[in-house]
């Protein structure tokens, strides 16, 4: 890794740790137990990632954006250790159907807006070419 390289890791890491600190400060209960500050993390994580995908291959960005965006920013914004965490104290609990419901939401919904992102960015680019 080259110096520029590191240095846009760094600067994606750092940005993405504290929109994620700033995003879990202050803990969201939906229902009462299903905590929903990671999955608004994955969520926002996963469509940004989902965009970029798009914007960097059409706009044929050099792959040190990808460094800084994707591996750096989303990379540390993103989280499956603390979904993991989250749901095992779910299941700790004995709140399996929460925990189920954290489970497909998580992983559905992460999946859903990194499409959502791409379809988006696609539909954006196709119209600033027209």
Do not use: H, Q
């Not at 999955?39 to 044929?60: A, D, E, R």
């Not at 920013?73 to 499956?80: I, V």
Request: with cysteine.
């Amino acid at each position: 890794m080259k110096g520029i390289e590191f240095i846009l890791l760094v600067i994606g890491a750092v940005a993405g740790a504290f929109l994620r600190y700033r995003m879990v400060s202050s803990p969201l209960i939906l229902g009462g137990v299903l905590p929903v500050n990671i999955l608004m993390i994955n969520i926002v994580g996963s469509f940004i990632l989902g965009v970029f995908s798009i914007v960097s291959v059409l706009w044929n960005l050099d792959t040190r954006y990808s460094i800084l965006v994707a591996v750096g920013f989303c990379g540390s914004l993103t989280t499956m250790s603390s979904f993991a965490l989250e749901t095992s104290n779910l299941i700790d609990n004995r709140l399996f159907y929460t925990a189920a419901i954290n489970i497909m939401a998580n992983v559905g919904l992460s999946l859903d807006f990194l499409i959502g992102g791409r379809a988006l960015a696609s539909l954006i680019v196709l119209r600033g070419n027209l």
